[in-house]
């Protein structure tokens, strides 16, 4: 047993460099080694937690040579939690990283370079987090439930009493779930959390493995009826079976220049509410809006560029793979008084070419797709006719790809290209960059 166990001792190494998810990168023997919490120019203890034919994975036990760029963590679950990966780094530190993470990307997936680098966008760092998806776990040990994100190198749930990244409203709520959820008899059959936060009110969805009992159901009831502002469902299947408390309005999320997005509490919206506010001005900015323009906005939403867009153009055409989110676009529209917009469903991973709104021409193309990105948008033939594109990327790796496809095949230039930190002190890189015709 002692020889099947000798790769886990400790063993001391020096960090070369950041991985993409912000782990420290050494080499032993030959062989890369990531370090969560590690950073590079720093001499460090660690022992070995996984390892595969390519890699290891290893947690910190010492530093024993500091980097002049480390600072103290301000959560104090940091080195347990799993839910923040970078908060050793500074802010600044942490967006330069994010920074050379996407040029390096650009050059070596889609062989392409940014014309120019524009500034970092940043927000506020902390407090800022508007969606979460909390585990919950009764452990019998403790007597309690533990609700919070999972412990790095574990399933395990952290025992957090607070989080320093989501909204602070929701932060205060943290010791009245554990007591909530410890209170009930199905209080292992509850794995799940889903939190949303709106501008007034948040929401939270408590996913449940056991029919409620009558006792149950009240402790529910007056938990909801002592937090007015907070809008509670329960969910015992798939999404379809999220069903409220009792009625509660829409949540709401301000856009900024007078404009509101009504939303559900399992439908997307940014995660930054003050950096998607810039985000949409720097997009704005970018597409070069003309009054007598025609915009196609794709990967819509619920119209989180499309009604900021339209207060600058003649008409927004927006297309989205979900048709829920499409009718709720619709009702947003109704409700923002805007005219000059219209909406498709459509499958952006597939072939669209023969839908009436792909055969229009556009001036200016907007796309925000999900971490897969938009391959089939890119390689669509004539590209709808645009001059310029303004992309919004959630991955680095998928926006260099079709930068490479923009440039390489289908004869536009990347004029600039940038971060935005819509996730401070985690890993997630969020990018723009901006095409022209060459």
Not at 183 to 191: D, G, N
Request: aromatic share 8%; charged share 25%.
């Amino acid at each position: 047993m002692a020889r099947s166990n000798a790769w886990r001792k400790p063993f001391i190494t020096t960090i070369e460099d950041l991985s993409h998810d912000g782990r420290g990168v050494a080499k032993v023997d030959g062989k890369v080694i990531f370090i969560p919490g590690a950073l590079p120019g720093e001499e460090v203890e660690a022992q070995r937690v996984s390892r595969s034919k390519k890699h290891e994975t290893a947690k910190l036990l010492e530093i024993i040579k500091k980097s002049e760029d480390r600072i103290e963590p301000k959560c104090a679950s940091y080195t347990v939690c799993g839910g923040c990966s970078m908060q050793h780094l500074s802010s600044e530190n942490q967006i330069k990283n994010k920074q050379q993470l996407m040029l390096e990307n650009f050059q070596r997936i889609g062989k392409v370079a940014p014309e120019n680098i524009l500034l970092p966008l940043t927000a506020e760092t902390w407090g800022y987090r508007r969606r979460a998806r909390l585990g919950v776990r009764y452990v019998h040990k403790k007597g309690r439930v533990l609700v919070g994100f999972r412990e790095k190198f574990s399933n395990f749930i952290t025992d957090m009493p607070a989080c320093e990244v989501i909204d602070t409203r929701l932060n205060k709520l943290l010791p009245e779930l554990s007591d909530l959820i410890s209170s009930l008899e199905i209080k292992r059959e509850v794995p799940q959390i889903e939190a949303s936060v709106g501008d007034h009110a948040l929401a939270l969805v408590f996913r449940i493995l056991a029919d409620l009992n009558t006792d149950d159901q009240a402790k529910f009831e007056q938990f909801a009826n002592e937090h007015n502002d907070v809008h509670v469902y329960l969910q015992r299947g798939g999404l379809d079976t999220v069903t409220p408390l009792k009625e509660y309005p829409s949540l709401t999320y301000d856009l900024g220049d007078g404009l509101v997005l009504d939303f559900e509490p399992v439908d997307f919206v940014q995660v930054n509410a003050g950096l998607n506010r810039l985000m949409i001005q720097r997009a704005i900015k970018y597409l070069d809006c003309k009054p007598a323009d025609k915009v196609l906005d794709l990967f819509c939403g619920l119209g989180n560029f499309t009604f900021p867009i339209a207060k600058h153009v003649a008409r927004v055409v927006g297309v989205e793979g979900d048709k829920t989110l499409v009718q709720r676009a619709h009702a947003n529209a109704l409700k923002n008084n805007t005219e000059n917009v219209e909406y498709h469903v459509s499958n952006l991973f597939e072939e669209f070419d023969k839908q009436a709104w792909a055969k229009e021409k556009y001036d200016t193309l907007l796309i925000d797709p999900p971490r897969a990105g938009a391959e089939m948008v890119v390689k669509s033939k004539g590209m709808f006719g645009v001059r310029r594109i303004v992309y919004i990327s959630c991955h680095p790796g998928s926006l260099a790809r079709d930068a490479g496809i923009l440039v390489n095949e289908q004869g536009f230039k990347m004029v600039h290209a940038g971060v935005m930190d819509m996730f401070p002190h985690t890993s997630h890189v969020e990018s723009i960059a901006i095409f022209e015709r060459a």
